[in-house]
């Protein structure tokens, strides 16, 4: 059972587009993450969520957690080649520290 | 600091061997976990441990063993492989209240 859908499955765009990932749950977390991966590589952090309706900023990306922290977004700005990789969000139940929820991932192609 | 590190990067195996993945974490994290990567289902939790002497089941335990009896280490044993074994293998520490993972760079494993 996926408890965490992610959409699109594969985004392929060209340099400087915007894009929006997103990752739906009929489940609330108490915090949801997104990682980024590359070939042949471990996931890598990017962010973590804790609080309804919050939005952080990483220079060009931009992430939303719903306000029933069931949901969040990734937004892209002016994407760049160096943005290609599989994108992973990832929820957490109440204090379970270490069991992870993940949705099956966006990868993304930023082509030149 | 190291960080996460897993050996062997390549196995192959034939069905009804067993082996051990080795993972280690230098960052005295208490919470360790397996993952296992199969193109289009994201990471799916094996096992996971909250801290020395203390493990706990994931969502594909199955065909799976591990034990912590360091805080630094958290094997993962096959018992007995099987062809729906072949998988890329994650190992991934945190700090419980933050929920956030750590990955190392991953075995990839082959039954045959």
């Known amino acids: 059972t996926q408890l965490l859908e992610q959409s699109p499955q594969f985004l392929s765009i060209q340099e400087g587009e915007n894009l929006t990932v997103y990752c739906n749950s009929s489940?609330?977390?108490?915090?949801l993450q997104w990682y980024r991966q590359e070939p042949g590589e471990g996931p890598v952090l990017l962010v973590t969520?804790?609080?309804?309706?919050e939005v952080k900023k990483l220079k060009r990306l931009t992430f939303q957690f719903g306000d029933a922290r069931k949901d969040s977004s990734l937004h892209i700005t002016a994407a760049q080649p160096g943005d290609t990789g599989l994108y992973l969000c990832?929820?957490?139940?109440?204090?379970?520290?270490?069991?992870?929820?993940f949705g099956q991932g966006t990868e993304l192609s930023v082509k030149p | 600091n190291a960080g996460v590190t897993q050996t062997p990067k390549f196995q192959v195996l034939k069905t009804g061997q067993s082996m051990t993945l080795q993972c280690a974490q230098d960052?005295?994290?208490?919470?360790m976990s397996w993952y296992r990567q199969d193109p289009g289902m994201g990471l799916r939790l094996i096992h996971y441990?909250?801290?020395?002497?203390?493990?706990d089941q994931g969502e594909v335990p199955n065909g799976y063993n591990v034990s912590r009896s360091t805080t630094e280490d958290f094997p993962l044993r096959l018992l007995s492989a099987a062809p729906s074994q072949t998988s890329v293998y994650f190992c991934?520490?945190?700090?419980?209240?933050?929920?956030?993972?750590?990955f190392g760079p991953g075995t990839r494993l082959t039954v045959t």
């Open positions: 991934a520490s945190g700090i419980g209240f933050s929920y956030e993972q750590y």
């Open positions: 489940s609330v977390f108490s915090s």
């Open positions: 969520v804790v609080t309804g309706g």
């Open positions: 990832a929820g957490a139940h109440g204090n379970q520290g270490g069991k992870l929820i």
């Open positions: 960052m005295n994290h208490e919470y």
């Open positions: 441990s909250v801290g020395a002497g203390i493990t």
